[in-house]
Each structure stands twice: as structure tokens, then as C-alpha cells.
């Protein structure tokens, strides 16, 4: 035998029962501390459309932002943004007409022909994540990002929210860490 670690071995007690084994410490105790990545700040596009209607804006810019060097084809980030933008078309559109007539009988009504644009901006929100679902999986999981909508404060002031898109790196798993 060579003079390293012990081996297990086994003993057969006196009773002739079964034999005893030894059990060796595991190395998982004394591993090195592991060490995990801070997280990017995401980048953010904001809408510059002509018509907000509850913090949702008509349209979103489709410059090339220079932090998704690298991430991501210029081509692709456009495609996303211009199908973004087409549901933004049908959405935004139909809602401000709906808000118009809601605030000419808005009196009349005790406020209560407010309610079709509010389901209408909800029905927005939900095609909006919708789309940005079928982006993710289709190409932007695979390429470590993630698209998502979200509520921030405008930059004047913040008393106003509006919603932005957010593209997120997604964290690399550890290698080291057990599953």
C-alpha cells in the first residue's frame, strides 16, 4: 500500500453481523470562498414617441446604445425594437382615441368612461411582455441577454413613471458550484 491517504477499510465486528465501514471526511468543508460576479446595470431605452398615454409612449428609440458592443448585431436589436414598436402602433393609437372620448364624458359619466383606456393600457402592458417573451426565447436567452418592461421614474422629475425597456446580461452559472 503507498503511504498517502488512508484507504477505507472494513472490519468485521465480533457478532459477525455486517462488516463497519470508515468513512473518510469530504473536501467540500474546506473548499475555497466562491467568489460571484456584481451584476451589470441594464440597459435602458426609453420611448420618444409624440403620444404618452399612462407613462406608455408611442414609440422607443432604435439607436444602437455603444454598451451592447459585442452582445448583439445592430440588425437584430433593430428588428426587436421595430416589431416593439408595431404592437406600440396598434396599441397607443386606439388608446388615445379611447381616452379622448373618456375625457369628453368623463363628467357625465362620474369618470367612469376612464375605464376602457385603463383596460386598454393594461391589454398594451401584456402585449408589450408578450412580445418581448417571444424575443427572449427565440434569440436573447441564448445570447445571454433579457428583455423585459419596466416602470421608471422620468427623468425631469419624479413625481411621473413611464415605462422603459430594459435589456438585462443574464449571470453565467458557476462552474464550480454543485448543481
Not at 148 to 172: C, F, H, I, Q
Request: proline fraction near 9%; hydrophobic fraction near 35%.
Amino acid at each position: 500500500m503507498s503511504h498517502g491517504s488512508p484507504a477505507p477499510s472494513a472490519s468485521v465486528s465480533s457478532d459477525g453481523e455486517e462488516p463497519e465501514i470508515d468513512v473518510m471526511p469530504s473536501s467540500d468543508e474546506e473548499s475555497e470562498p466562491i467568489y460571484i460576479p456584481k451584476e451589470k446595470e441594464p440597459v435602458v431605452i426609453r420611448g420618444v414617441g409624440n403620444i404618452t398615454v399612462f407613462g406608455m409612449n408611442s414609440r422607443f428609440n432604435t439607436e444602437y446604445p455603444p454598451e451592447l458592443t459585442g452582445y448583439i448585431a445592430p440588425e437584430e436589436l433593430s428588428a426587436t425594437l421595430s416589431r416593439v414598436n408595431s404592437v406600440l402602433k396598434r396599441h397607443v393609437q386606439t388608446s388615445s382615441r379611447w381616452l379622448l372620448c373618456g375625457l369628453a364624458f368623463c363628467c357625465c359619466s362620474i369618470g367612469c368612461s376612464m375605464w376602457p383606456v385603463l383596460c386598454l393600457n393594461r391589454r398594451t402592458v401584456l402585449a408589450l411582455e408578450k412580445c418581448l417573451d417571444h424575443e427572449n426565447v427565440s434569440l436573447y436567452h441564448k445570447l445571454g441577454l433579457h428583455w423585459s418592461l419596466a416602470r421608471r421614474p422620468t427623468e425631469p422629475s419624479d413625481r411621473l413613471t413611464e415605462y422603459v425597456l430594459e435589456l438585462k446580461t443574464l449571470p453565467k452559472p458557476a462552474l464550480n458550484l454543485p448543481d
